[in-house]
């Protein structure tokens, strides 16, 4: 088991930053890949941004492409997400995930994560 555990959350203002932190208790090893998701009131949860620890490979969705940036410490087993020009539309409970290694799955499918944090809310007033 993976447990993870987010923090970094709170409210801003339009046009600041925030960076998420997500610590996972296991060794990387037993996880081949991490994501950041974020849900809305009334929306569903929606992919934000993925990061596999080999090879450092990073995704983005469309919306944050720009102004997030994702990355990983392979020593301290942290997921971070640094958020820029937040606008309010970013307003979200925000989840860290965690992909099994061996699993299969796209990065941006909540499907493919087998591990979830119990989520930060972020807030971004107008």
């Known amino acids: 088991q993976v447990q993870l555990v987010e923090s970094g959350g709170g409210l801003v203002q339009t046009g600041d930053s925030l960076r998420l932190s997500c610590v996972a208790s296991?060794?990387?090893?037993?996880?081949?890949?991490m994501g950041w998701f974020r849900q809305a009131p009334g929306k569903e949860r929606e992919f934000v941004a993925a990061?596999?620890?080999?090879?450092?490979?990073?995704y983005y969705a469309d919306s944050v492409k720009g102004r997030f940036i994702i990355s990983g410490d392979n020593a301290k087993n942290t997921l971070y997400v640094q958020m820029n020009s937040l606008q309010p539309e970013d307003t979200a409970v925000y989840y860290c995930?965690?992909?099994?290694?061996?699993?299969?799955?796209?990065?941006?499918?909540?499907?493919?994560?087998?591990?979830w944090g119990q989520g930060t809310q972020v807030t971004v007033s107008s």
């Open positions: 296991a060794r990387t090893f037993s996880v081949y890949q």
């Open positions: 990061w596999r620890w080999i090879g450092d490979r990073t």
């Open positions: 995930a965690a992909a099994r290694t061996g699993s299969i799955g796209t990065y941006y499918d909540p499907g493919s994560y087998a591990y």
